[in-house]
C-alpha cells in the first residue's frame, strides 16, 4: 500500500487546478480508503488508551476493518480501471482523493466550493471544458442546483448520475463507510461505461 502524501496530493491540487478554494485544503479525506486503514489502527489505539482491558479486541477489529477495505480497494480498482481517461464533470470538487485513488480523473468541476454558487463565467468556463474534452458524464449531487446541470447538458449527449460524498441515504453503521465507497464506483461505471 502506497501511504498517502497530503502534502505531495495538495502540491498537485494547485497544479492541476483542484483546489477547494484558493489555499485551502480539501477536505474530503475519506474519499481515499488507504487514508480510512490509517485511521483504523490511529482509533483502535485511542480506545485502547481508555479502555486498555479491551485493547485487543479493538486491535482485531481494526485488522478485520483493514482487511475488508484492501479487498474493497481491489474490487473497485478492478471496476473502475477500465474507465481511466474517461472525460467527466463533477458538480463539486469534493472527489479529487477518490478520483487519485482510483486514477479517474474529473475535467473541471462545477462549483469549486460547497458552499458557493458558480458565476456565470465558471459555468462558461465548464461548458468549453465538456465541449472540448467531449466529456460523457456529468456528476451531480443530492442537494445540487438542477439547472445548473441542465445548461451543461444543453444541446450535448452529457449524461448524469448523482455521487454523495457523504452518503446521506446511507444507513449509519459498520457498512457505511464500504456501502459509501461502492456507490461512489457504481455511479462512476453507470455514468461513464460504454
Known sequence: HDDHDHDAHEEADAHEGHNHAPGALDPHIWLDPQNAMVWLDAIAASLSAQDPENA?????????????????????????????????????DAYHYFEARFDVEASAAISLSDGAAPSAARLAEVRDVVKDTQAACVFTEPQFNAGLV???QDG??????????????LEPG?????????????AFTSCLAE
Open 156 to 169: 450535448t449527449a452529457l449524461k448524469s448520475a448523482s455521487l454523495d460524498p457523504i452518503g446521506a441515504a
Open 174 to 186: 459498520v457498512d457505511m463507510y464500504p456501502a459509501l465507497l461502492r456507490d461512489l464506483a457504481a
Open 56 to 92: 485487543a479486541l479493538y486491535a482485531d477489529n481494526a485488522a478485520q476493518a483493514q482487511a475488508q477495505l484492501v479487498d474493497l480497494q481491489a474490487d473497485i480498482q478492478a471496476e473502475l480501471t477500465p474507465l481511466r481517461g474517461q472525460k467527466f464533470v463533477v458538480f463539486h
Open 150 to 152: 441542465d445548461a451543461l
